[in-house]
């Protein structure tokens, strides 16, 4: 009885000691396969991350563009707009400098008119039958007003100021001032018929409208 109690502590002992040997390893073995799976979820979950980050980013950037692309639309189109305002506000300033400098003087001008009126009336009024050798004083005085209207004349064109004489020309309101109508056979209604007072024109811009009597129909 005593042998089998001893034999069989021996056995005891050595299963113990067989699963001391072993339990460590055993251990040790599902540690690494535990270690090993969890380091290769690891690894591979920042690739998945990568993966994932990857869309968000792309459609950020593609946002972005599209925000960048309308701004530079939208400052090219001022920019454009600032251009054109400024080229309009350049032909406009150079045309009020030119209509200056050709009708800075149109003042001056209208105050000239009345001495060619003058002149013109002084030479209509010398009777042409007393304009002879025998009346020197009268003949020199006469030539005299018609070289000085003529002159002036010259200065006028020269200027740009022309006369505005409309006999037997349509009427044009823009030109013509119609003092009266008056019918007349042969005649086409609407014609200047007669010119009181001759007008002028500066650079083709009416100065002073010529005073005219003009055709109607006969009633």
Known sequence: MASWCVRSMRQSYCAVAVHLRVSPRLFCSVAQKKNSKSSSEEDQSP????????????N???????RLEEQ??????KYKRALADTENLRQRSQKLVEEAKLFGIQSFCKDLLEVA???EKATESVPKE????QNPHLKNLYEGLIMTETQMQKVFRKHGLVKINPVGAKFDPYEHEALFHTPMEGKEPGTVALV???GYKLHGRTLRPALVGVTKEAS
């Open 130 to 133: 007393e304009i002879k050798d």
């Open 72 to 77: 530079l639309k939208e400052t090219m189109d």
């Open 196 to 198: 009181t007072k001759i």
């Open 47 to 58: 690739a998945l991350d990568e993966q994932k980050s990857e869309p968000a980013v792309e």
């Open 117 to 119: 009126d003058i002149l």
């Open 60 to 66: 950020s950037l593609a946002e972005e563009k599209a």
